[in-house]
């Protein structure tokens, strides 16, 4: 009896000494680790916190470029943005291009990938061959599909045959983009593929061969699957990266939004309204509103990933 009770008494206690003690060493390890994240969080909050405040605040104002005498107008920048014909064209140019680049980009990296992985001869050139480009500054992968697409130099309607008007036409122009956007952009894509295929077992496809399976069935049985969750994070990347389109589109359309506005993105809008027209606050305004769109994207994604996990187990 007197050592049940001895026990009662010694077993909360030790609970407790435990609990302090890996209490003590979570403190310890956040005053560590806190100096290892010092610099980045100080980094984070000066070029992304600070500026996305600054502009939360000045979407509320009539401020102008030069930032003197801005007004506090409430919401009058927001209800002039929604119905604003221009602000609603460029964003659907920039989904257009969305559409247009995601699925593209996402078997075109996948068959890249399967290529690369499955030659035998010389694979370090092939992988190199197609990661390379996305190593290009954008203004020059711009600038050499500019030259391509020349309607009287360009080698692409040299070579076809054609006199493609790529680069004056509205019909061609946004697909010019497009062609330019996958050629650089392929190879990170590509990249998350070919790591994704290394990591794939070998004996699961030795298994499928001693049961028959061809070449189409292992693919669409085990690759696929198997690549499931690095599929859905490329489509995220890429649906984040696309709406943001800028560089290209400017640069191949000699900083103008194309023909008859064929190209103007809501990136290229938003500048244009702070710097072209000095409309900061406006320009803040339409911002926020694309920034709430992309963590719409985001939080979706993040969304549909959780439930297909859920209902998986």
């Given at each position: ?248 589109a400017v640069v191949m359309m000699d900083f103008t939004p194309g023909p ?54």
């Amino acid at each position: 009896m007197m050592a049940t009770s001895a026990q009662t008494v010694i077993a909360p206690a030790r609970g407790k000494v435990a609990a302090r003690s890996a209490t003590l060493r979570r403190k310890q390890g956040f005053q560590h680790g806190g100096w290892f994240v010092a610099p980045f969080l100080a980094l984070f909050a000066l070029f992304v916190v600070w500026p996305l405040l600054r502009g939360l605040y000045l979407s509320f104002t009539d401020a102008n470029i030069s930032g003197d005498g801005a007004n506090f107008i409430g919401l009058d920048n927001y209800r002039e943005a929604l119905k604003d014909p221009l602000m609603w064209d460029s964003l659907g140019h920039s989904a257009y291009f969305t559409l247009l680049v995601v699925p593209c980009i996402t078997v075109l990296a996948f068959l890249l990938a399967m290529l690369a992985h499955h030659i035998e001869r010389a694979k370090w050139l092939w992988r190199l061959c197609f990661f390379a480009p996305f190593l290009l500054p954008s203004t020059v992968a711009a600038n050499l599909w500019q030259w391509l697409f020349n309607p009287g130099t360009g080698m692409i309607n040299h070579v076809f045959g054609v006199e493609t008007p790529w680069l004056t036409d509205k019909s061609y122009a946004m697909l010019a983009v497009v062609i330019c956007t996958l050629w650089w952009t392929v190879g990170f894509s590509f990249l998350l593929y070919l790591a994704a295929l290394q990591g794939i077992p070998a004996h699961l496809y030795e298994a499928a061969k001693l049961d028959g399976a061809n070449a189409w069935h292992r693919m669409v049985h085990i690759t696929l699957p198997m690549m499931r969750h690095i599929t859905g994070l490329v489509i995220a990347l890429q649906i984040l990266a696309s709406l943001q389109v800028f560089d290209q589109a400017v640069v191949m359309m000699d900083f103008t939004p194309g023909p008859e506005e064929s190209t103007r993105t809501f990136v290229q809008y938003t500048l244009e309204e702070g710097f072209t027209s000095y409309r900061v606050g406006y320009a803040s305004a339409i911002s926020i509103i694309f920034f709430v769109i992309i963590a719409a994207v985001a939080l979706a994604r993040m969304w549909l990933l959780r439930n297909r996990e859920e209902s998986g187990r």
